[in-house]
């Protein structure tokens, strides 16, 4: 039989790797970021806009932050329809 004091330990029980996945997400998200900066500039691509309000400055941004604004407070009041009662299984 193992000891208790025999405790197996993990990869991510060390401090110095928990570091490691930080700045790797840190890193991985800067290089996603790259060509959204570098459309802002209008460097990568231009963009063929179809209706005037796409010119608007970061359009996009802001039209999907209204978005997922109005489907979480949808699903709140969708919640109250959908919701049982708290004893209903028993």
């Given at each position: 039989?193992?000891?208790?004091?025999?405790?197996?330990?993990?990869?991510?029980?060390?401090p110095k790797n928990i570091d490691k996945i930080y700045y790797a997400v840190l890193v991985l998200c800067v290089l996603i970021a790259i060509p959204d900066v570098l459309s802002l500039l209008n460097i990568?691509?231009?963009?063929?806009i179809e209706f005037q309000m796409e010119n608007i400055f970061e359009f996009y941004s802001l039209y999907g932050l209204v978005c997922y604004v109005a489907?979480?407070?949808?699903?709140?009041?969708?919640?109250?329809?959908?919701?049982r009662s708290e004893d209903y299984y028993d």
């Open positions: 039989m193992s000891n208790p004091d025999d405790k197996k330990k993990y990869w991510l029980d060390e990568v691509y231009h963009k063929h489907l979480i407070l949808i699903a709140k009041k969708l919640r109250k329809v959908l919701m």
